[in-house]
């Protein structure tokens, strides 16, 4: 937005600054949705493998910490990859990485 101003005869144009607007979240704000979102992994894919781990003869907690952390290397996995190509995290490359774990979702 530009507005002019006369000083002495003279027209000036003086140029108003222009005001950031956010795209998107802020990295923090992903920063946090990641991390609740890796506990919600965590648990789902642990408690998942409770009654397939005793059948085995593997004892449940250490069938429900194996698998809730193979399901958070995974995803972390591929928001690493997703970071690689650009640099950036955007919410669909989240969403994406987490989705990929989500079986119901077709």
Same mark, same amino acid.
């Given at each position: 937005?530009?507005?002019?101003? =006369?000083?002495?005869?003279?027209?000036?144009?003086?140029?108003?600054?222009?005001?950031?607007?956010?795209?998107?979240?802020?990295?923090?704000?992903?920063?946090?949705? =990641?991390?609740?979102?890796?506990? +919600?992994?965590?648990?789902?894919?642990?408690?998942?493998?409770?009654?397939?781990?005793?059948?085995?003869?593997?004892?449940?907690?250490? +069938?429900? /910490?194996?698998?809730?952390?193979?399901? /958070?290397?995974?995803?972390?996995?591929?928001? +690493?990859?997703?970071?690689?190509?650009?640099?950036?995290?955007? =919410?669909?490359?989240?969403?994406?990485?987490?989705?990929?774990?989500?079986?119901?979702?077709?």
């Amino acid at each position: 937005m530009c507005k002019y101003a =006369i000083v002495n005869t003279e027209v000036k144009v003086v140029m108003a600054k222009k005001k950031k607007v956010r795209q998107g979240m802020s990295t923090w704000a992903k920063i946090k949705q =990641i991390f609740w979102r890796m506990i +919600a992994t965590f648990a789902a894919n642990g408690l998942a493998t409770i009654g397939a781990g005793t059948l085995v003869g593997i004892d449940i907690i250490d +069938a429900v /910490v194996l698998a809730g952390t193979l399901g /958070v290397v995974k995803v972390s996995e591929d928001l +690493a990859r997703a970071f690689l190509d650009d640099g950036k995290l955007t =919410i669909e490359e989240i969403n994406e990485a987490f989705g990929k774990l989500d079986r119901t979702k077709k």
